[in-house]
């Protein structure tokens, strides 16, 4: 089975990490990872070990911008737009006689690079908006993020 996905067993498995438009060649260190991703790798990385084990069964994925289903269901306004999604099952809703869809975070590199184009502002909210996208994930809504620092 392929790893599609950037969480712990990739790590601790670089040599089974899903080849793709970066990686020029089967090894991970031949890889020209560009800003974000970088900043992603960085987040990911930075996380608490507890943390990184919630990520074995989330597939992170970054795509340009919102679709336009993912704007109609989160209700944006034309002028809003979103920096990560979380779309999935909380670990604090799934029952054991429920099927589990898959779980899923999206990072959006258009509207995050250009409201932050500094790349150190950049690693920033990418590492906020991965923790808040989890935090999702982890059962907590919006108002719960306030509690978090993660609003």
Same mark, same amino acid.
Do not use: C
């Given at each position: 089975?392929?790893?599609?996905?950037?969480?712990?067993?990739?790590?601790?498995?670089?040599?089974?990490? &899903?080849?793709?438009?970066? &990686?020029?060649?089967?090894?991970?260190?031949?890889? !020209?990872? @560009?800003?974000?991703?970088? !900043?992603?790798?960085?987040?990911?990385?930075?996380?608490?070990?507890?943390? #990184?084990?919630?990520? %074995?069964?989330?597939?992170?994925?970054?795509? @340009?911008?919102?679709?336009?289903?993912?704007?109609?269901? #989160?209700?944006?306004?034309?002028?809003? $737009?979103?920096?990560?999604?979380?779309?999935?099952?909380?670990?604090?809703?799934?029952? &054991?006689?429920?099927?589990?869809?898959?779980?899923?975070? $999206?990072?959006?590199?258009?509207?995050?690079?250009?409201?932050?184009?500094?790349?150190?502002?950049? &690693?920033?909210?990418?590492?906020?908006?991965?923790?808040?996208?989890?935090?999702?994930?982890?059962?907590?809504?919006?108002?719960?993020? @306030?509690?978090?620092?993660? %609003?």
């Amino acid at each position: 089975m392929p790893i599609r996905r950037r969480g712990s067993q990739a790590h601790r498995h670089p040599d089974r990490r &899903a080849a793709g438009p970066w &990686a020029p060649g089967p090894g991970p260190d031949q890889r !020209a990872l @560009d800003p974000f991703e970088r !900043a992603l790798e960085a987040a990911i990385d930075g996380l608490a070990p507890p943390l #990184q084990r919630l990520l %074995e069964r989330v597939a992170i994925v970054i795509a @340009d911008e919102p679709t336009r289903e993912q704007r109609r269901d #989160q209700d944006l306004a034309a002028d809003e $737009t979103l920096y990560g999604l979380y779309e999935g099952t909380p670990l604090v809703a799934w029952g &054991a006689d429920e099927v589990p869809f898959p779980n899923k975070i $999206t990072l959006f590199r258009v509207p995050l690079e250009a409201d932050n184009p500094d790349p150190h502002e950049l &690693a920033a909210e990418v590492r906020r908006t991965l923790q808040h996208e989890l935090a999702h994930h982890v059962g907590f809504d919006e108002r719960g993020m @306030d509690d978090l620092g993660l %609003e």
